[in-house]
């Protein structure tokens, strides 16, 4: 369904056609359990944005192994810095 509707833009644009989109899948960390995943996003939403990534994500995140627990706590102490001086967002 993709391929066909990018098929489509691109005659209306008047481009021709380049082949269906090349599809990757990047690795990303998995969480071991069911209550991580808040940090797992947290983490790949920090990741993303302070190195400015917009494209290349395939040789960016190469591993599916978990974060260390080192890692996950400083993802913690990153969020409640920022809601410490930022306030709460129930507020």
């Known amino acids: 369904m993709f391929a066909e509707a990018l098929r489509t833009y691109r005659e209306l644009a008047g481009q021709r056609d380049q082949g269906g989109p090349k599809w990757f899948y990047p690795k990303c960390h998995q969480q071991p359990g069911n209550t991580e995943c808040g940090y797992y996003v947290i983490?790949?939403?920090?990741?993303?944005?302070?190195?400015?990534?917009?494209?290349?994500?395939?040789?960016?995140?190469?591993?599916?192994?978990?974060?260390?627990?080192?890692?996950?706590?400083?993802?913690?102490?990153?969020?409640?810095?920022?809601?410490?001086?930022?306030?709460?967002?129930?507020?």
């Open 43 to 91: 983490s790949w939403m920090q990741s993303i944005i302070s190195n400015e990534k917009t494209t290349g994500f395939q040789n960016y995140f190469r591993t599916a192994d978990p974060y260390s627990q080192d890692d996950l706590d400083s993802t913690r102490d990153m969020m409640a810095r920022y809601l410490l001086e930022h306030g709460s967002l129930a507020n």
